[in-house]
């Protein structure tokens, strides 16, 4: 069984933005949005662009490179339905994010 483990603090990531967080020899994106906080792959599987330095509007950030479009909830790709990102449990513990990978 996976465990959870602390990936920042929630000062670390404003609403309505994202940060790349290494875990457990992966590179994520963490993002915090209305309705809590969501970890994908942080590589966009188009051109592998760093999606925690992308755009966030709602649950959709955007590639920085070539502006493909990802639901950070469910992973899924609104440019090429065929392709979907990795999406990891986040939980909260006092000011704590973590992850489980």
Known sequence: ?????????????AKGAGKAVEVA??????????????????????????LGEGALSGTTVSCPWHGWEYDVTS????MDPSLRLQTYPVKIEGNDILVSV
């Open 75 to 78: 992973g899924a790709c609104s």
């Open 25 to 50: 020899g992966k590179t994520l994106a963490v993002f915090h949005c209305d309705d809590g906080y969501y970890a994908v792959d942080n590589t966009c599987r188009h051109r592998g662009g760093p």
């Open 1 to 13: 069984m996976a465990e959870f483990v602390k990936v920042a603090t929630t000062s670390e990531i």
